[in-house]
């Protein structure tokens, strides 16, 4: 069955602490994948996807993902996080036979201390 | 350019009670998801659609829940008796009118609390 697994419910990290999120996924075909943020009483907003190409993906707010297949993760980097990044974070795969919907993970909640 | 909107941003109702959730896309898109989350859970598909007609509606719980999209612009949820295990954050969502696995715009989410 496709899914995606969020290990880590919280994180916790200093300001200007690097940071990753790590994200599974399990899917039959090639996946695309995103990474969503949600800031409380906001949308989700996209930070960014990948779909084929460099597996290396760069995204808004100086966040990035790395696609790898062997490992079934796409796990979302930032190497130095500010107060404002305290949020939820989701990652999801879309699937590509009849519908395009996603499938979410559990989210992991970050919070950032000062 | 206005996002994915969405109405009432919480709800509170009593067990057999019936709410009505409401959702205004992205003008020009013609796709249109509703997701809900449960507490502790991850984000679940509930239905598509396109313009109006429901393309797939795979991830409805049960019959207490309605999906209408008439004329293809906002659609509405009911859910009608709610339960307990109704309460959640139900996430719409749009896309523009093509097909592929392309970004959906989330609208910040109605919270439901059925008591």
């Known amino acids: 069955a496709q899914s995606v697994t969020q290990p880590d419910i919280h994180i916790t990290v200093s300001e200007g602490a690097s940071l990753e999120l790590r994200c599974n996924y399990s899917?039959?075909?090639?996946?695309?994948l995103f990474w969503y943020v949600q800031s409380p009483g906001q949308g989700l907003q996209l930070l960014l996807k990948?779909?084929?190409?460099?597996?290396l993906v760069q995204g808004i707010k100086g966040f990035e993902a790395e696609f790898k297949r062997s490992q079934s993760s796409f796990n979302l980097r930032k190497p130095s996080v500010h107060w404002s990044d305290a949020a939820e974070y989701f990652c999801?795969?879309?699937?590509?036979?009849?519908?395009?919907?996603?499938?979410f993970g559990t989210g992991t909640r970050l919070k950032v201390l000062a | 350019e206005a996002g994915v909107t969405q109405f009432p941003s919480h709800s509170v109702i009593e067990k057999g009670q019936t709410v009505t959730l409401r959702c205004d896309p992205i003008?020009?898109?013609?796709?249109l998801y509703w997701y809900r989350r449960v507490m502790g859970k991850e984000i679940k598909f509930l239905l598509h659609?396109?313009?109006?007609?429901?393309?797939?509606e795979s991830g409805m719980p049960n019959n207490r829940f309605l999906a209408e999209r008439t004329g293809g612009t906002y659609s509405t949820l009911k859910v009608q008796p709610a339960e307990l295990e109704d309460s959640g954050v139900y996430f719409c969502?749009?896309?523009?009118?093509?097909?592929?696995?392309?970004?959906?715009?989330f609208g910040p989410g109605t919270r439901l609390t059925v008591t």
């Open positions: 969502a749009s896309s523009p009118p093509r097909t592929g696995p392309y970004e959906q715009y």
């Open positions: 899917y039959g075909a090639t996946p695309y």
């Open positions: 990948y779909f084929s190409g460099d597996t």
């Open positions: 999801a795969v879309v699937t590509t036979s009849g519908t395009y919907k996603y499938i």
């Open positions: 003008s020009g898109h013609d796709n």
């Open positions: 659609f396109v313009k109006e007609s429901k393309q797939d």
